[in-house]
């Protein structure tokens, strides 16, 4: 086809009526089913934390695949996703001097080893520590002692990680040698945050963690005092070369168009510190569920179900732009997609950048959702992480807002743990997923996936 | 005197009118005060842990008495205590084989060093634990998965508490190598619960640590996949000599009868994972300002106000021992004592050991703390930890009993931190300390003290 053609004008994507009995069906054995909590339980307990790219990341790819399998997927199979490989061996922070103690910290994702002792200059934000002149933070350790809002919808979170990702580079550019941040969350415990960060091109990164919220408290306190505080930072982490993951993905086979594919997901790795409970094992567990139960049913939809557990969201989205770039052929196929990766509570609002044809046919999901006690929410929100690149080319997306009010309590912390689930919340979202995907699945007419340049794949 | 001489039958005790008005006074003054917030915010910002014997507990004794100074007690001295010296270097936990991964762990206190392999036996309980044969747990781990309840008076950690106290002795003549348990505590985060342990005579001490409650769930998942689970116990702890530390006392010299004391006080120590906040800054915190405050008094109450700082609570009692030591010859001087040791929730119940003719005045006290919501409790509980032994040798004791709901959410973990102080509850504290010191300071007449085998001291 040639580039700029124009398309004619599609008809309403419409749902049809038994498919809406069906899920209603479904909707009700999903709520009834604790089989996504008992997936989740498996992964958080057998695998434990699942750094990607480390001995524990392979074991969840084994663990996957097996899945997947185990729960009668038509097709399993991998897709390798490559990366640089970042490691946390040790790391340790101390206040020298008259005051000394021990600060609970953890070493941001990417950054450097090394230990740098200086004293501590307290900033209330990334703005105020990006207004720092160049060599006023010679031989310092600059803190940003920000804290994050909470909220349902996770939009403290905005803010909190650009202090996580953009403190590192501003800290550098004023001359610091480390860098300290109250934890990007939103709990008062002794568990601190960690993620990733960055470093603009042409920096030399510095040692960068993030600090408990009550020894963000505490460091705050010293300063007070009126005296220069010193701290060590010791961090023995950094990147190691390059590892290789996979995307694991397994299929329920569409009755009449089993080339097209409704993609649901979430993502297989998780930080070390916990064990990634629900940052995603709750995604990766809720969707596998789904899925199973949409292949339980005596006839499956027309299109099939792609569920991806994907690779390394935490350290850059590496799985999903791997899809991304496995997949850009098959673009238009992908009618539309939906990740689970804001954890494990009720999910309360259903939206999609579906276009104006396909409005129809959500609000007819919207219905089957509603007794879930989920909103239609017009087009709010976007693409979860995985699926932004392919989103970005042109993929249509859902989204199934979860109530993150509690997410960044545990988000990133060792306290990301099984036991943090509440199980007929998971229900409630494998419920959720089931109907939106099978219904989707079950559409005459699509849902606005197309080359986002205007131009059709394989231009 | 010589003993066996009866006593003839005491007047009842009152507290005269012109004292209750004072003490009125005195808890509104203290209400308004954020004195005792502020003391134990210094303590647990500028020292920190302060483990008993680290070179962190000697700051506290310096900053103990500093701080008694600084408030213009009238005079100030320490009484050296010495003890065995326990010392926590590094600790970890893995799950080897197939489901490697690391738990949160802590070592007891008192626990041995020592580095051991083997299988986990999990035990519902200690009496479990008890039953295992001799032998049975030959080159294995005990682990005993007990939960703790909870309770606002904190009765449910009689049993957690014996959980950690007689758990490894039992783990030791079943013949296990190693000892694990859920810790004695009611959160669910990953923050083990320390605390004292100790091995009956004649068994060789083994290594032995607490799980936080995810790793105990996390534990329990594994085993009940039906395979063996193997862990590696890590433990570089263990004791090293012995150390001098102080109690650290002031006192307010009273007007008209100055060698006749009221105690009150709190433990100095902490364990070593936490800033000792609740555990027991807030106790010593909120003494010092009710004493400080006693002391701004237009007059000081009859008898002197004796605030002590008791040394190394935590591993023995060792500071309440000695003072009963030292001060044996006084014990009837000492007229009444009441010790703050169980956090820094709102005071909801006032209760006394004295006897029958001192009740009326327990009453009067009891209707000044009224208005503070406490009410009288008779002769409910006991005296404080470290007033037990000289209280067992016969010391009037009293009762402020605080609401220990959320106590063991924090005791003895990293979590125990100023943060979890809510200022207005202690202010209340301060408050009731306050009006109780005042008022047995200025009561006509004893609430009992005597030696407890009926001679009086000096026999």
């Known amino acids: 086809m040639l580039a700029g053609t124009l398309h004619a004008a599609p008809k309403d994507t419409t749902i049809p009526a038994p498919a809406i009995d069906t899920a209603v069906q479904l909707r009700e054995t999903a709520l009834a089913s604790d089989l996504g909590y008992r997936i989740t339980e498996s992964l958080t307990t057998e695998v434990g934390q699942r750094l990607a790219g480390s001995e524990a990341d392979a074991r969840a790819v084994a663990w996957a695949k097996a899945k997947f399998e185990e729960l009668g997927y038509d097709k399993v199979w991998t897709e390798p ?91 550098i550019r004023a001359g610091a040698i480390g860098y300290v941040m109250r934890s990007a969350g939103t709990d008062s415990h002794r568990n601190p945050h960690t993620g990733i960060t960055r470093f603009d091109e042409g920096l030399t990164p510095i040692p960068s963690a993030a600090l408990a919220a009550p020894d963000a408290d505490q460091l705050t306190r010293l300063l007070a005092l009126g005296k220069p505080i010193e701290l060590k930072l010791a961090l023995d982490v950094g990147w190691n070369g390059e590892a290789t993951s996979y995307n694991v993905i397994g299929e329920i086979t569409g009755s009449s168009k089993p080339d097209e594919v409704v993609l649901i997901g979430g993502h297989l790795d998780s930080w070390d510190l916990g064990t990634g409970a629900i940052d995603d094992g709750a995604g990766v567990g809720l969707t596998m569920a789904a899925g199973k139960l949409i292949g339980d049913l005596e006839t499956a939809p027309a299109r099939s179900i792609r569920v991806v557990a994907f690779a390394n969201e935490e350290q850059g989205l590496h799985g999903g732009k791997a899809y991304a770039e496995a997949h850009a052929d098959e673009l238009e196929q992908h009618q539309i997609a939906a990740e689970s990766d804001f954890g494990a509570g009720r999910i309360y609002a259903f939206s999609t950048g579906a276009p104006e044809y396909a409005q129809g046919a959500a609000k007819t999901i919207a219905q089957v959702l509603a007794p879930l006690g989920i909103e239609f929410a017009g087009d709010a929100g976007g693409p979860g992480p995985d699926l932004s690149p392919f989103a970005a080319d042109g993929m249509a997306w859902a989204r199934l807002a979860q109530d993150g009010t509690d997410y960044f309590d545990y988000h990133h912390t060792p306290d990301d743990t099984f036991d943090k689930i509440d199980p007929e919340a998971l229900a409630q979202n494998v419920a959720a997923y089931a109907v939106f995907a099978y219904l989707a699945a079950s559409a005459d007419g699509d849902f606005g996936s197309k080359p986002a340049d205007g131009d059709t794949a394989g231009d």
């Open 81 to 171: 996703v490559t990366f640089p490989k970042w490691e946390r061996r040790s790391e340790s922070a101390q206040v020298l001097g008259p005051h000394s103690q021990s600060l609970a910290i953890t070493a941001l994702g990417g950054s450097p080893g090394g230990t740098v002792t200086g004293e501590v200059v307290r900033f209330a934000d990334l703005a105020a520590l990006e207004a720092a002149p160049a060599g006023s933070l010679d031989g310092k350790i600059a803190f940003i002692d920000y804290k994050m809002e909470r909220a349902r919808d996770g939009s403290g979170y905005g803010p909190g990680s650009r202090t996580r990702s953009g403190g590192p580079s501003a800290a």
